[in-house]
């Protein structure tokens, strides 16, 4: 089955520097990458995702890119700010026609800006 | 964007008793949901995969007597932990999937803590 890596595990970093999240993952036959913002006591909020047809995606201060040879895909976030503080997670996907399926997550990230 | 809830957002009960806890989708109908546990500073792990009008599939090492999925309507799906212990004390969260768009995105409620004593 599908074998989704994360890396760091922990990451600490001042406010307004970049922060760079990488996962990597094994079965090439996935094609949807999304990550999810999880703060303490909920549930995970999807931030960005991207397709296997695309290389790299942006949303403000929130880029995902995607290198398919190298099965492995990065979320970057500039301009941190203290509310970016929380645990950070990489899924992946094989995706189809109009249903649902599991993702398989990476381990997370807990993400401290520091003012 | 859409909405999923559950109820109850916490539970506390003793144990050897069954437990209930609602996924809904709000505003849009999910062909599938997923239920998912998670333990303090893990990842989620996927219990069961849940189809419209079908029994769930389960994955390896969750007992589907144990944790009864039944996924009724388009807009709501049901985890009962059965005969809950001290070991099922857990974060438990549901995604939703849209049936429309096409595309795989999954969408979280807000979790459910259950302790069990």
């Known amino acids: 089955g599908e074998n989704v890596e994360q890396h760091p595990s922990t990451l600490s970093v001042q406010e307004g520097d970049s922060a760079v999240i990488k996962c990597t993952y094994s079965d090439s036959a996935s094609n949807y990458f999304p990550w999810y913002k999880q703060e303490l006591g909920k549930g995970p909020q999807l931030i960005i995702d991207?397709?296997?047809?695309?290389g790299e995606k942006k949303d403000q201060r929130i880029a995902v890119t995607l290198n398919k040879t190298a099965k492995h895909f990065s979320l970057h976030i500039t301009e941190t700010q203290p509310e970016d503080s929380a645990v950070y997670f990489c899924a992946a996907s094989i995706g189809g026609s109009n249903s649902g399926y599991a993702l398989n997550f990476g381990k997370g990230t807990s993400l401290l800006v520091t003012p | 964007g859409a909405v999923v809830s559950q109820h109850p957002s916490w539970v506390i009960c003793k144990s050897g008793t069954s437990v209930k806890i609602e996924c809904r989708s709000l505003d849009f109908q999910a062909t599938t949901m997923f239920w998912y546990r998670q333990f303090p500073k893990q990842s989620l792990m996927l219990m069961a995969t849940s189809n419209e009008g079908s029994k769930a599939t389960y994955e390896q090492g969750v007992e589907k007597d144990k944790f009864l999925i039944n996924h009724a309507s388009l807009t709501l799906s049901t985890l009962t932990v059965t005969s809950a212990h001290p070991e099922d004390s857990s974060f438990y969260i549901c995604s939703a999937a849209s049936r429309e768009g096409g595309n795989n995105e999954q969408f979280f409620g807000p979790g459910t803590r259950l302790t069990v004593l």
């Open positions: 991207i397709r296997s047809n695309v």
